[in-house]
C-alpha cells in the first residue's frame, strides 16, 4: 500500500523565513572564514571549525545548542548569525516496496522564490541508496525522462546538495546516536550507504556545487561515505567527464540509451554536441578507471527504438576495452510519455547477449513507480521566472 504523509510537521530542523545564512555546505575553509567574521578568534579558528564540523556532519545535530563542547556565550552567537537547518519537507511519500520520495522545498534564493526538488531513498537487504538532485528541473530535454520535461529554473547550492544527504538521514534515523539506539541496525550497520547523483537534473552542468557537496559527503570526519559508494551520472557532458574524475573522484555513471547518433540524437539530444565517439573517448580518460572501478552505463530499455539484438551487438562492440558494466533499465512510465518498456522477454535476450560478451548486465529492478519515485519519473512544479514577471 502506498502512504502519503503530508507536511512533516514533526521534523523540527527547518524553520520558516530564516534568514540567517547556512553553514551547511561549505568547505573546511569557508567555514573557518565565516567563524573569523563571527569573531572567532584566529587562534581558535581551526578547532572551533573541527568542532562544528564534527556536530554538523557526524552528530547531525538540529541546533548549536546541542554542541556541548562549545562555549555558552559562541554557542549563543553562532544561534543568532548562521543556520544549520535542512530543507522543509512538503511531503513523504513511502511506496509499497518501501521506497520514500521526499518533496522538498529549498530556502528562499536571492530573488525569494522557493523552489521545490524531490528525493527518493530505496532500501534493500545489504544496502540503502538514496538519489538526490542536482538541479531544480534538467538542463537537457532527454526524450525519455520526466524530469526532461522540466526546463532548468536553476542549479543547487552545494548546501542544498548535502542537505539532501543529511535530511534522508534524519528522515530514516542514520545519524550514530540513531543507529546506537536502534536494537535492530540493517546487516550493513548503515541505512544509506550508497548516493546516486541521479535524481533532477545534470550534475556536470553543477559542477563546483557539486564538487563540494561531495567532498563534505566523502569527508572521513564529515558525512563519511567512501568515493566508491557515491556515483555521478551523467548524459555525456564530454569536457568535463576526465575533469570530474581528477577533481571528484566518485564512481561513474553515463547515460547511454542509444548504440548509433541517430538514436541517442533523439533520446539524449546532447548527442548532437557530444556524440557517441566523443563521450566514449572521454570514459576511456577517465582517472583511476580500472575493472575493480568500472563505469556504469545505464541503458533504459524502450520497446521498438532501442531493444534490438542489433543493438545489443553494437553495445558490445561500443564499449570494447572500457572496464563496464551495464544497467538495463525497464522504462518507468509518466503521464505523457510517447514510450513503453520493452517486452520482458526482448529484455532477457538483450541481458544475454550482453552477458556472454563478458559485461555485467543486471537488470535494475523498478522501485517506486507507484509513487513516481523511479528511474527517469522525478519532476517538481517549480518554474523559472521571467524577469518582466519579477
Not at 547523483?197 to 567532498?215: C, I, R
Not at 529484455?347 to 563478458?358: D, L, S, Y
Request: net charge neutral; with cysteine.
Amino acid at each position: 500500500m502506498t502512504t502519503v504523509i503530508d507536511r512533516m510537521a514533526e521534523a523540527p530542523r527547518y524553520i520558516p523565513n530564516d534568514l540567517r545564512p547556512s553553514l551547511v555546505g561549505l568547505s573546511r575553509q569557508a567555514l573557518a572564514d565565516a567563524l573569523a567574521r563571527a569573531g572567532v578568534p584566529e587562534k581558535h579558528r581551526r578547532m572551533r571549525m573541527r568542532q562544528i564540523w564534527h556536530w554538523i556532519y557526524h552528530k547531525g545535530v538540529m541546533s548549536f545548542a546541542e554542541m556541548t563542547d562549545i562555549s555558552k556565550e559562541l554557542r549563543a552567537r553562532l544561534e543568532e548569525t548562521f543556520s544549520i537547518t535542512r530543507p522543509e519537507v512538503v511531503t513523504e511519500q513511502i511506496s509499497s516496496d518501501g521506497t520514500r520520495k521526499w518533496l522538498l522545498r529549498l530556502a528562499p534564493d536571492e530573488r525569494g522564490q522557493r523552489h521545490e526538488i524531490e528525493t527518493v531513498y530505496i532500501p534493500e537487504e545489504d544496502r540503502g541508496t538514496l538519489c538526490i538532485s542536482s538541479q531544480v528541473g534538467c538542463t537537457l530535454t532527454c526524450s525519455f525522462c520526466h524530469t526532461g520535461t522540466q526546463r532548468l529554473v536553476r542549479n543547487l547550492t552545494a548546501e542544498e546538495i548535502a542537505g539532501q544527504i543529511m535530511l534522508a538521514r534524519d528522515r530514516v534515523e542514520d545519524w550514530p546516536d540513531d543507529l546506537e539506539a536502534n536494537p535492530k541496525p540493517p546487516a550493513s550497520g548503515r541505512y544509506i550507504t550508497n548516493v546516486v547523483l541521479m535524481g533532477m537534473g545534470e550534475p556536470l552542468y553543477n559542477f563546483d556545487h557539486v564538487k563540494t557537496a561531495m567532498e563534505i559527503a566523502s569527508d572521513g570526519e564529515g558525512l563519511s561515505l567512501s568515493k566508491r559508494r557515491i556515483t555521478l551520472s551523467t548524459s555525456g557532458v564530454v569536457p568535463e567527464i576526465v575533469r570530474a574524475g581528477d577533481e571528484i573522484g566518485t564512481m561513474l555513471a553515463i547515460s547511454l540509451h542509444g548504440t548509433t547518433d541517430e538514436i541517442r540524437n533523439k533520446l539524449v539530444p546532447l548527442n548532437k554536441k557530444y556524440p557517441i565517439a566523443e563521450l566514449l573517448a572521454a570514459c576511456r580518460a577517465y582517472p583511476g578507471l580500472s575493472n575493480a572501478r568500472r563505469i556504469t552505463f545505464e541503458y533504459v530499455m524502450l520497446k521498438g527504438v532501442n531493444d534490438t539484438p542489433e543493438d545489443a551487438k553494437r553495445l558490445v562492440k561500443l564499449l570494447a576495452g572500457i572496464p563496464a558494466k551495464i544497467n538495463l533499465i525497464p522504462f518507468n512510465p509518466w503521464p505523457g510519455t510517447q514510450y513503453e518498456c520493452s517486452d520482458w522477454d526482448t529484455i532477457e535476450t538483450f541481458a544475454e547477449i550482453i552477458n556472454k560478451a563478458g559485461y555485467a548486465s543486471p537488470v535494475r529492478t523498478p522501485r517506486g513507480r507507484d509513487i513516481m519515485a523511479a528511474c527517469g519519473q522525478l519532476k517538481s512544479e517549480s518554474q523559472k521566472v521571467r524577469a518582466r514577471e519579477r
